[in-house]
């Protein structure tokens, strides 16, 4: 059998970064709780994007989790939300006991659509905050979106869990809005095989989100809390990962970026295919390279014919509003998130793939188009 091809699969760096910040730790002691590599990490990441300051956390939920809490949501609060996401985004939601309202996607971006973001605003005018996306490392249209989230006076966060590394129109994604989160998942772009990030101009709301974070433990000699607390720090051993990661993270961009333009160049010409389209002014880091099919060949076809070659590949992700435990909830749209999860699909986008095995996925994929 062929040496299986991953869709994104963790990739420490060739000069062993990552060991040299784990070992400092080890050989401190400093293996829990916080530390040098914590410090460090979020001064190194905030710089990287251009933000102010960054609180780390064990995961991308966590960080979406707190961002909305910093954000002053709770019980029945109304929460825009992307219907085209990971169920990550969503769940923080209802963990603070507000109401998520989902909004469709446009065919320009895949992300948000402006449009229906507006009818949203119409129809709940009492909305206490927005959540943006950046799908699959492609910037969502943040000039129109900001203008009618400023328009409205609310609170934005920005999901960049897959964005890191994604600038729009010269600004890092998750920069735009009151908050930014990112993940270090195994599967996103850099990893610390799990963890997430806060960012904010907001020195004094990131002081608070680190007071949560580490159970809210109020300035005493004993134990004493005043707010409820939550277990949700990132340690710094993994800290230390994501120091070594973040050395590499423009590599990762470059390699991610050729992986598509690859792809682009074998098969953008095969009838049906449209690849995921960037937006005016978007710089991404291409996540994972996603595309579209209207012709006979269907995602199922092409995901099954690369399984039996040993290739992972994925659909779309399935629209929040027609997943059963999110249904009840409100939608905004017209269809266009559920055309896109119809007929989309994530190609294998490793950035340890050589030469040889992205030809090994296109010719399976041309082998199609041949029948
Ligand atoms: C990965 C991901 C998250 C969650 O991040 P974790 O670190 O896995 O908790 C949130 N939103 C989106 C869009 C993601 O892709």
């Not at 060949?297 to 929040?320: C, F, Q, Y």
Request: net charge negative; hydrophobic share 35%; with cysteine.
């Amino acid at each position: 059998m062929n040496e299986r091809i991953f869709l994104s699969s963790p990739h420490m760096s060739d000069e062993g970064y990552e060991m040299q910040y784990i070992k400092e730790a080890f050989d401190t002691n400093w293996i829990a709780p916080l530390g040098e590599n914590v410090n460090e990490f979020e001064k190194e990441l905030a710089e990287k994007v251009g933000s102010k300051a960054a609180a780390a956390l064990s995961s991308g939920t966590a960080a979406i989790h707190l961002a909305l809490k910093a954000a002053g949501v709770g019980e029945g609060d109304i929460v825009f939300c992307p219907t085209l996401t990971f169920s990550a985004t969503a769940n923080p939601i209802i963990y603070q006991n507000a109401i998520p309202v989902f909004i469709d996607s446009d065919y320009q971006t895949w992300n948000m659509s402006p449009k229906a973001l507006e009818s949203a605003f119409e129809k709940y005018p009492e909305v206490k905050a927005v959540i943006v996306v950046h799908l699959y490392g492609l910037s969502a249209d943040m000039d129109k979106i900001m203008e009618i989230c400023k328009k409205h006076s609310v609170t934005v966060i920005e999901d960049a869990a897959e964005s890191l590394g994604t600038y729009y129109k010269g600004k890092h994604t998750g920069t735009f809005g009151d908050y930014g989160i990112f993940s270090f998942n195994g599967n996103k772009i850099i990893t610390t095989s799990g963890g997430g990030m806060l960012v904010s101009e907001n020195e004094e709301r990131v002081t608070k989100v680190r007071f949560w974070a580490t159970q809210s433990r109020d300035h005493a000699r004993h134990y004493q809390h005043s707010e409820l607390g939550f277990n949700y720090r990132m340690s710094n051993v993994l800290a230390g990962i994501g120091r070594g990661q973040l050395k590499v993270l423009d590599r990762r961009v470059k390699k991610k970026k050729y992986i598509y333009e690859f792809y682009k160049r074998e098969l953008g010409s095969l009838d049906g295919v449209k690849f995921m389209p960037a937006n005016d002014g978007d710089d991404p880091n291409y996540w994972l390279s996603c595309l579209t099919l209207s012709g006979t060949v269907r995602p199922i076809d092409v995901m099954e014919a690369l399984e039996k070659e040993n290739i992972e590949s994925r659909p779309i992700w399935k629209p929040m509003h027609i997943q059963p435990f999110f249904e009840k909830y409100e939608f905004v749209g017209c269809g266009v998130s559920e055309k896109l999860f119809e007929n989309g699909l994530c190609l294998p986008s490793d950035t340890k793939m050589a030469d040889g095995d992205l030809e090994r996925v296109v010719d399976v994929i041309k082998g199609l188009w041949m029948k």
